[in-house]
T-cell receptor, first 113, second 116 residues
Framework: KQEVTQIPAALSVPEGENLVLNCSFT??????LQWFRQDPGKGLTSLLL?????REQTSGRLNASLDKSSGRSTLYIAASQPGDSATYLC????????????FGEGTQLTVNP | SAVISQKPSRDICQRGTSLTIQCQVD?????MFWYRQQPGQSLTLIAT?????????ESGFVIDKFPISRPNLTFSTLTVSNMSPEDSSIYLC?????????????FGDGTRLSIL
């Protein structure tokens, strides 16, 4: 059974700092991995999708990396802003699970002005 | 990316009643999914809504409790039946955009459900 773990569970940083969020998964036979953000009381916003054959994806200040063999992904946020405050979730799609995404429990990020 | 609208956005319901949640997408999509997010927890897939056929349920979820309709390629409903306080959760509709199998999944804003 695929398990997805996110560390840390919560993170508080001053504005302007660069930071890294971690995601690990137990079954490396993934199809792809997706990073989302969730604002309080809201649904999920897709940030980045990395296919199993890719090593990284970038969008603006965000960079996600994938090391499939070691079962790890990181989300790097450059020059953090208070508007980045949210819960960040990673989700993996296994090769054998059809379209089901297995989610981690998220990292709650607070960026202080 | 697809724009997903869910109704209602929130509701407070009495124990033993049922509630139907609607999901409308602004474009035709092949794959529609229903997820549950229990308080303080992450998301769990309930079922995949298939157009023109029965929904496919994940382990631990059954059709009698969570009947799903998918009448066309832009709309689906999820009913939470005979509700108990344990059903208090956020229910989210999700779609996979585009036609490729490697497209990202997108989510609506969810329906926040509280059962008294």
């Amino acid at each position: 059974k695929q398990e997805v773990t996110q560390i840390p569970a919560a993170l508080s940083v001053p504005e302007g700092e660069n930071l890294v969020l971690n995601c690990s998964f137990t079954d490396s036979a993934i199809y792809n991995l997706q990073w989302f953000r969730q604002d309080p009381g809201k649904g999920l916003t897709s940030l980045l999708l990395i296919q199993s054959s890719q090593r990284e994806q970038t969008s603006g200040r965000l960079n996600a990396s994938l090391d499939k063999s070691s079962g790890r992904s990181t989300l790097y946020i450059a020059a953090s802003q208070p508007g980045d405050s949210a819960t960040y979730l990673c989700a993996v799609r296994l090769e054998t699970s059809g379209s089901r995404l297995t989610f981690g429990e998220g990292t709650q990020l607070t960026v202080n002005p | 990316s697809a724009v997903i609208s869910q109704k209602p956005s929130r509701d407070i319901c009495q124990r033993g009643t049922s509630l139907t949640i609607q999901c409308q997408v602004d474009s035709q999509v092949t794959m529609m999914f229903w997820y549950r997010q229990q308080p303080g927890q992450s998301l769990t897939l309930i079922a995949t809504a298939n157009q023109g056929s029965e929904a496919t349920y994940e382990s631990g979820f059954v059709i009698d409790k969570f009947p799903i309709s998918r009448p066309n390629l832009t709309f689906s409903t999820l009913t939470v039946s005979n509700m108990s306080p344990e059903d208090s959760s956020i229910y989210l509709c999700s779609v996979r955009s585009g036609t490729g199998d490697d497209e990202p999944q997108h989510f609506g804003d969810g329906t926040r459900l509280s059962i008294l």
